[in-house]
């Protein structure tokens, strides 16, 4: 983690050429979408983290949870469905958020990585939490292993070319 801050750092992009609203942690679960039409997002929840900065931030979350963000063998309640039939593929979403936006993907890599630092940042804090007596919740008893697989993804990403 500490080599992938310090990668992070190193390759920061530049400020976005238009800043937007970020929510900070789009993804599925995090959407409401309309009965009739599932392909419509009628709602966006969880606003506390939002900022104003780089829009591609939420790309990289929303493509890092669109991948499975546990080892094979830790497949459980928390493990994103996106890869079942009938969800757009990353390349899929990729496409079409650069021809709706207008915007630059190619540097999509980045912001992958941050974002899947950032989730094992904050699945570490929830492991602490619970190594620690400060909450039971049994789901949390294999997160330092997620924390570790997340690690080890975000380094193969920092190491294979974009």
Known sequence: MDALAEWLRDHLPGDPATPSIVHGDFKLDNVMVDFEDVGRIVA????????????????GIVLT?????????QRDALTSVTDRPGFFTREDILERYAARSGRDVTNIRYYEIFAVFKIAVVIQQIFYRYAQGQTTDRRFATFDARV???????????????
């Open 65 to 73: 949870y669109w991948s499975p963000t546990a080892p094979p063998e």
């Open 148 to 162: 570790a697989y997340l690690a080890r993804h975000a380094a193969r990403l920092a190491e294979t070319p974009a």
């Open 44 to 59: 966006v929840f969880d606003w506390e983290m939002s900022a104003l900065g780089d829009p591609l931030v939420d790309l």
